[in-house]
């Protein structure tokens, strides 16, 4: 019988309207609005506690270094500008760095060329019982060295500009 009892349709529970003598007062707040409002006003008082506490059991003699580099501006904490982080030694160091990082996967990509160029003699190289044309390998190994200097000057130039415009930020200090 319980489960008859279950499949009849049963009217929805609508909380009361706020009366009309009372609308200069605005909204009427339903229960689920007083729940939300008083936990987060609890979750504030918490944390007033919190700090409170934190408050009366600090260390007086506490220090570090980041209460020198900050100023407070209308009671908010303000780093001092990063524009001057590094010193020019440093710049200069940090510059040779990106230098010899770019110039050892230079190294490396040009030993993959001639890695790839040492194979390239097998590449369209079908094997022939009956004649071997030297001529024609010779001619497209041409090419192919030709297409690889291309492909590393092209390497060389991006790498080139990617200095340039590291050096202009090193420059502007952005």
Do not use: W
């Not at 499949?7 to 009366?19: D, F, G, S, T, Y």
């Not at 110039?103 to 190289?125: F, G, M, P």
């Amino acid at each position: 019988m319980s489960s008859l009892r279950n499949a009849i349709n049963r009217r929805a529970h609508k909380e009361r309207a706020q009366p009309s003598s009372r609308k200069k007062f605005g909204l009427l707040e339903k229960h689920k609005d007083y729940v939300v409002r008083a936990k987060v006003f609890h979750k504030k008082e918490e944390t007033l506690r919190k700090l409170n506490e934190k408050a009366i059991f600090r260390n007086p003699d506490e220090f570090y270094f980041q209460m020198i580099r900050t100023r407070t501006v209308d009671g908010v904490h303000k780093p001092e500008s990063q524009a001057n982080k590094y010193a020019q030694e440093e710049l200069m160091l940090m510059k040779t760095q990106d230098i010899g990082c770019i110039l050892q996967k230079l190294q490396s990509e040009r030993k993959k060329i001639e890695k790839l160029t040492a194979v390239l003699h097998s590449v369209d190289n079908h094997p022939s019982n009956r004649h071997i044309y030297y001529a024609r390998i010779g001619k497209k190994l041409e090419n192919y060295s030709h297409k690889l200097q291309k492909a590393e000057l092209l390497l060389l130039l991006v790498i080139s500009l990617i200095l340039l415009k590291g050096r202009q930020l090193l420059l502007t200090g952005n």
